[in-house]
């Protein structure tokens, strides 16, 4: 079955700076790679997601990235702000999420130092 | 978490118990799913259904069974709950159109 690693679990930037959460995969098949944010005490929530048919994509201070040949996809998150102290997850699948779910990468604790 | 509720949000329960854990949805989506979120493990899929009556096995459905006689009910069961089965349970829904939705959780503790 798939497999995705996170890297760091824990990332601490300045105010104002840009964080970059990167994680691989290894079924090359999958073709949806969602990301998600959780604050404390609530659901995963989806900020952004990219298919395997475009290379980057772009949402205001966000974006993600994805090398399909190299299995790897990042999370871009420019200007930081306090509000984005979360725990950020990255996924994959192969069905687009629909009939065998979701692979999730174990986490990355973004900590934003004012 | 608008359209998807869980209950009950909190529970302590005794090994060796029953224990049902509610996931209710008005969003008419297809395909639900209940996951487990461990510290260091993220969330990991227990169950999924992809209609009424339908489901199937997850990464860790061990001790786990489930059940959808409804569209928007889907229910997750421990059989005998062990201390192992503490952890925050989440549900969620999708279209299979790419997105997922998540409930707020149900924090199980099992003493």
């Known amino acids: 079955g798939e497999n995705v690693e996170q890297h760091p679990s824990t990332l601490s930037v300045q105010e104002g700076d840009s964080a970059v959460i990167k994680c691989t995969y290894s079924?090359?098949?999958?073709?949806?790679f969602p990301w998600y944010k959780q604050e404390l005490g609530k659901g995963p929530q989806l900020i952004i997601d990219?298919?395997?048919?475009?290379g980057e994509k772009k949402d205001q201070r966000i974006a993600v990235t994805l090398n399909k040949t190299a299995k790897h996809f990042s999370l871009h998150i420019t200007e930081t702000q306090p509000e984005d102290s979360a725990v950020y997850f990255c996924?994959?699948?192969?069905?687009?999420?629909?009939?065998?779910?979701?692979?999730f990468g174990k986490g990355t604790h973004l900590i934003i130092q004012p | 978490d608008a359209g998807i509720t869980q209950s009950p949000r909190h529970k302590v329960t005794e090994t060796g118990t029953p224990v049902t854990l509610r996931c209710h949805q008005t969003?008419?989506?297809?395909?639900m799913y209940w996951y487990r979120q461990d510290p260091g493990h993220g969330l990991r899929l227990i169950h999924y259904?992809?209609?009424?009556?339908?489901?199937d096995k997850g990464e860790v459905s061990d001790g786990y069974s489930v059940s959808r006689s409804k569209t928007e009910d889907f229910l997750l069961t421990l059989e005998s709950a062990t201390s192992s089965q503490t952890s925050v349970y989440f549900c969620?829904?999708?279209?299979?159109?790419?997105?997922?939705?998540f409930g707020s959780g149900t924090r199980l503790t099992v003493v």
């Open positions: 996924a994959a699948s192969n069905s687009g999420g629909g009939a065998d779910g979701l692979t």
């Open positions: 969620a829904i999708s279209e299979g159109d790419y997105g997922y939705t």
């Open positions: 990219i298919r395997s048919n475009v």
């Open positions: 079924d090359s098949a999958s073709n949806y």
């Open positions: 969003e008419n989506h297809r395909y």
């Open positions: 259904s992809y209609g009424v009556k339908d489901t």
